[in-house]
């Protein structure tokens, strides 16, 4: 499987913000996407998502499921947490496992207690998401890439409101995931402590791999 973009130019109302840029992310790979604010990390993370269309140029899913799209074979998380204030943590996850139901044979529950123990948010499952702290209202919206299989992970700025612990938690989830030939694609301005990851630097002038 491989995740590639060729030639790919992206405009935001009048600016070009990405301008003939290719890449490609084997799958057991992830991919950071680094450089100063403004030079589109953000604008490439959303539209391989599928949320922006791009001006000109491809990106596809090498080798994935043919009947379904990238987007459809992709966990996104945002800037956005994706949860409803006043479910419980428990609940919250109930809801994106049964939303994001996958092909596999794991129970709803056990994807939950997974999420769950993989953020380490077991001791908070009863409480009402509202009542939660920055940092951990962050760690139940990236416990989502757990409910459900995406061989695709697309991460803008996944670390805001993380602790040094609740880092590494994310880093740990990451690499079981290339460990399991999935691949990410992560923007970030600090470094994550991936085992199997390549950076693409962008600048407003060009992209350096």
């Known amino acids: 499987m491989k995740l590639a973009a060729e030639s790919l130019v992206l405009v935001r109302g009048s600016r070009t913000i990405v301008d003939g840029l290719s890449f490609a992310v084997q799958a057991g790979r992830a991919l950071a996407l680094t450089g100063p604010n403004g030079v589109g990390k953000t604008t490439l993370i959303r539209a391989i998502a599928g949320f922006l269309t791009p001006a ?88 989502r890439l757990l409910v459900a299989r995406r061989p695709v992970w697309l991460l803008d700025e996944p670390t805001v409101s993380l602790d040094a612990r609740s880092t590494e938690l994310l880093a740990a989830a990451v690499d079981r995931h290339t460990e399991s030939n999935g691949i990410v694609i992560a923007a970030t301005h600090l470094a994550l402590g991936l085992s199997r990851t390549d950076e693409l630097q962008l600048s407003p002038h060009r992209a350096v791999a």
Not at 58 to 78: C, F, N, V, W
Not at 118 to 124: I, M, P, Q, S, Y
């Open 56 to 143: 000109s140029g491809t990106i596809r899913l090498d080798g994935g499921e043919p009947d379904l799209t990238l987007a459809e074979q992709s966990h996104y998380i945002g800037h956005l947490n994706g949860m409803k204030s006043s479910l419980t943590v428990e609940e919250n996850l109930a809801f994106w496992a049964l939303y994001l139901r996958d092909a596999t044979a794991v129970a709803l529950q056990d994807r939950v207690s997974d999420a769950l123990a993989g953020f380490e948010l077991d001791v908070l499952r009863d409480i009402p998401a509202g009542y939660l702290s920055a940092g951990q209202k962050r760690r139940l919206g990236l416990a």
